[in-house]
């Protein structure tokens, strides 16, 4: 089986430490299902979209342009890189 390549999907624009969200800029398309990459300075974390939210309505894909919510297991950091692993 191929090794998944990353594709940048945006960059954490903010976090809320008490719900464990980011505020994700999305420079390309995201959904449920995907499973995103998250790498900052001290920032390394790999999970599925289980989670995600515009204007705090939940949502099923965010898209370039948009700055979605994204529940994550992890602390993230302001200028982390978001990736989408692909098959």
Same mark, same amino acid.
């Given at each position: 089986?191929?090794?998944?390549?990353?594709?940048?999907?945006?960059?954490?624009?903010?976090?809320?430490?008490h719900v464990s969200v980011a505020?994700?800029? +999305?420079?390309?398309?995201? &959904? +449920?299902?995907?499973?995103?990459?998250? &790498?900052?300075?001290?920032?390394?974390?790999?999970?599925?979209?289980?989670?995600?939210? +515009?204007?705090?309505?939940?949502?099923?894909?965010?898209?370039?342009?948009?700055?979605?919510? +994204? &529940?994550?297991?992890?602390?993230?950091?302001?200028?982390?890189?978001?990736? &989408?692993?692909?098959?």
């Amino acid at each position: 089986m191929p090794e998944p390549r990353m594709e940048e999907v945006g960059r954490v624009g903010g976090f809320f430490a008490h719900v464990s969200v980011a505020i994700v800029e +999305l420079t390309a398309p995201l &959904k +449920l299902g995907d499973t995103v990459y998250i &790498k900052g300075h001290t920032t390394d974390l790999q999970q599925p979209v289980e989670s995600l939210q +515009l204007d705090r309505a939940p949502v099923q894909e965010g898209n370039a342009g948009q700055s979605v919510g +994204l &529940k994550v297991t992890a602390r993230c950091r302001k200028r982390d890189v978001v990736y &989408k692993l692909v098959a």
